[in-house]
């Protein structure tokens, strides 16, 4: 299944991104990495990435979370995780890339 992705942005620095799909190397992968780029090269200091209908990553989507995470620290930003399906959630615990990153439950809670 190809990965889609949807922005939505606020004026006061914050953007939800709903990502559709696997976390996979490819060129769908390089399209959202590029979406990020754009917000956080803008005025987004806060995102907040919705992965409900995400049910894997692989070690080139874990590098794009590793790396957002890395672009909106250096701006004195936070990185949030929502809906993060159980086979991802494993993924992040094992590499242990849940010590920094940021993980709620519920996008609706999120959002709000």
Not at 43 to 51: E, T
């Amino acid at each position: 299944m190809l990965m889609t992705s949807t922005v939505e942005q606020s004026a006061d620095g914050k953007a939800v991104v709903t990502v559709n799909g696997a976390l996979t190397l490819g060129t769908s992968l390089k399209i959202l990495d590029g979406q990020i780029q754009h917000l956080v090269d803008g005025d987004v200091r806060d995102l907040l990435l919705d992965l409900s209908a995400v049910d894997y990553a692989d070690s080139a989507g874990l590098g794009l979370l590793i790396h957002t995470y890395g672009l909106l620290d250096a701006k004195q930003g936070k990185l949030r995780l929502t809906g993060v399906q159980p086979r991802v959630a494993e993924l992040i615990r094992m590499t242990k890339l849940d010590t920094f990153l940021l993980i709620g439950e519920s996008s609706e809670a999120a959002r709000a």
